[in-house]
């Protein structure tokens, strides 16, 4: 993997796509500081100038099909896990793609991805990895970074280095079914809440609050959740929301 560092942009999601003829498939597009990022369900992305690792890659998911598509964001997800724990930095997956050490979000990742007919045409990953920031100004209700959690600063061609080999490792996964497989079941392997054990939930079309315990993910990437009552719920991106 390649690596492309801007010094400003508005959001390495909206360059890549705006220079996708130009830039080669799996080049990490870096920037030094990013003045608009763009985060999930429409939100902002706050990052400092050049402390944290914030990138874009662009890749074509052959043999991947829509109703599959969550698979890259497992991958992606993974990649990001790998990379902290070459730290030495425990994390894991909330669902569906945040990453989280204990109940504190160090990393949030963006996929836009492009259907045309039963085939994704590309896939654009923004990932957002919180690295040496300390203070966090906007009303993200929960953030940290890997200075926050260990008290060292760390050098960000160095994080950007490892997540490269890590995105090339579990990216190259993604072409083959058993490499698919192996990605879900990791997947699962490193859900945050995903011990068999009962927390709060909110469902968002009721704001019933219920118990349960995360009883699957689905290749869809809907989460099965059941109840104290045993009872067993599905629920799509948005649905449902964990309570602290
Ligand atoms: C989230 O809301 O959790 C997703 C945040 C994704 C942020 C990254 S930073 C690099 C890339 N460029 C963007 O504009 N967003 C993503």
């Not at 508005?10 to 870096?30: L, R, W």
């Not at 992606?76 to 109940?103: C, E, G, M, Q, R």
């Not at 997540?163 to 490193?190: P, Q």
Request: with cysteine; glycine share 6%.
């Amino acid at each position: 993997m390649e690596i492309l560092i801007l010094k400003e942009v508005d959001s390495t999601n909206t360059y890549i796509k705006e220079n996708c003829t130009t830039i080669k498939p799996m080049t990490m597009v870096a920037a030094v500081e990013q003045t608009s990022g763009r985060g999930q369900r429409g939100n902002c992305w706050e990052t400092e100038r050049s402390k944290n690792l914030v990138f874009s890659f662009y890749f074509h998911p052959l043999g991947i099909l829509p109703s599959q598509q969550f698979v890259i964001s497992e991958a992606a997800a993974l990649a990001v896990v790998s990379t902290l724990h070459d730290f030495d930095i425990s994390a894991n997956v909330k669902w569906p793609n945040d990453i989280y050490i204990d109940n504190k979000k160090i990393c949030g990742i963006l996929i836009e991805n492009s259907i045309l007919g039963t085939s994704i045409t590309t896939s654009i990953i923004g990932i957002g990895l919180n690295v040496n920031q300390t203070e966090f100004l906007s009303d993200a209700p929960n953030p940290v970074s890997m200075k926050l959690i260990t008290g060292r600063d760390y050098p960000l061609s160095i994080v950007a280095e490892k997540m490269s080999v890590n995105l090339d490792y579990f990216f190259g996964l993604l072409s083959t079914e058993k490499g698919r497989e192996s990605i879900h079941a990791l997947y699962l392997d490193n859900l945050w809440r995903g011990d068999g054990s009962l927390y709060p939930f909110k469902d968002v079309a009721t704001s019933d609050i219920f118990m349960a315990s995360i009883a699957d993910v689905e290749l869809t990437g809907h989460l099965c959740l059941k109840k104290e009552s045993g009872q067993t719920c599905r629920f799509a991106f948005k649905e449902v929301e964990f309570i602290k």
